[in-house]
T-cell receptor
Framework: AQSVTQLGSHVSVSEGALVLLRCNYSSSVPPYLFWYVQYPNQGLQLLLKYTTGATLVKGINGFEAEFKKSETSFHLTKPSAHMSDAAEYFCAVISGQAGTALIFGKGTTLSVSS | GAVVSQHPSRVICKSGTSVKIECRSLDFQATTMFWYRQFPKQSLMLMATSNEGSKATYEQGVEKDKFLINHASLTLSTLTVTSAHPEDSSFYIC??????????????FGPGTRLLVL
C-alpha cells in the first residue's frame, strides 16, 4: 500500500528565501510521485511529477523536486520565494498504474512574507 | 495542458434536495475519473473511482446510494448528491486521467464545486 507523509503542516518563509517542502512516501512498488498546488477555493494544479528517468524534475513556476529512493523522499524546492507562491501544496503518490487513484499527503500551507 | 471543468462552481441548496455536479475533460478522453471531497484546511479524500461505461468503485465509508456517480461518456462524469443534508456541505473536486493505451498516469483536476446545504 502507498502512503505519503508531508512534514510540517505550515511553512513560513520570507520573499526571496529558499522554499523547502518535505515529502516522504511509502510504496511497495516503484512509485509515481506528484506535487500539486492549490490556491484558495480552487482545484489542484500540477506542479511537477516523477515517473521514471531523471530523478531531478523541474516543474512550473520555478519549482523542482528530487526523487531519492534511498530516503523515500520527494522534497519540493524553489530557490527564491515569491508572494504569489503562498498556497497549499500537496504531495501525492500512485502505484504507477494508469487509472489508479492518487494518495495525498495532508498538505503544507506555504506563507510568504515581504 | 489538459483541462478539466466542473459545473457548477458553487451551489447552495435546501436540505433534502438533490444536487448534480458535472465534471468534463475538455481536450482529452478520460477513461477514468475520480471524485474527491475536501473539508476546510484538510487534504483530499477519495470518494470514488469512475470508469466509463461501468459502475463506479466507492471507497470504504462512502454511501453509493447517496453519492450517485455516472460516467456515461469519455469526457463526462457526474456526481449527484441525493437528499443532501448540511453535513454534506463540502468542496467536491473531480480529476480525470487519460489512462488507456496512452498509459498517461497524470490526473488533471477540475476547479472544484463548493456545496452548501442549508
Amino acid at each position: 500500500a502507498q502512503s505519503v507523509t508531508q512534514l510540517g503542516s505550515h511553512v513560513s518563509v520570507s520573499e526571496g528565501a529558499l522554499v523547502l517542502l518535505r515529502c516522504n512516501y511509502s510504496s511497495s512498488v516503484p512509485p509515481y510521485l506528484f506535487w500539486y498546488v492549490q490556491y484558495p477555493n480552487q482545484g489542484l494544479q500540477l506542479l511537477l511529477k516523477y515517473t521514471t528517468g531523471a530523478t531531478l524534475v523541474k516543474g512550473i513556476n520555478g519549482f523542482e523536486a528530487e526523487f531519492k529512493k534511498s530516503e523515500t523522499s520527494f522534497h519540493l524546492t524553489k530557490p527564491s520565494a515569491h508572494m504569489s507562491d503562498a498556497a497549499e501544496y500537496f504531495c501525492a503518490v500512485i502505484s504507477g498504474q494508469a487509472g489508479t487513484a492518487l494518495i495525498f499527503g495532508k498538505g503544507t500551507t506555504l506563507s510568504v512574507s515581504s | 495542458g489538459a483541462v478539466v471543468s466542473q459545473h457548477p462552481s458553487r451551489v447552495i441548496c435546501k436540505s433534502g434536495t438533490s444536487v448534480k455536479i458535472e465534471c468534463r475533460s475538455l481536450d482529452f478522453q478520460a477513461t477514468t475519473m475520480f471524485w474527491y471531497r475536501q473539508f476546510p484546511k484538510q487534504s483530499l479524500m477519495l470518494m470514488a473511482t469512475s470508469n466509463e461505461g461501468s459502475k463506479a468503485t466507492y471507497e470504504q465509508g462512502v454511501e453509493k446510494d447517496k453519492f450517485l456517480i455516472n460516467h456515461a461518456s469519455l469526457t463526462l462524469s457526474t456526481l449527484t448528491v441525493t437528499s443532501a443534508h448540511p453535513e454534506d456541505s463540502s468542496f467536491y473536486i473531480c480529476s480525470a486521467s487519460p489512462g488507456g493505451a496512452s498509459g498517461e498516469e497524470t490526473q488533471y483536476f477540475g476547479p472544484g464545486t463548493r456545496l452548501l446545504v442549508l
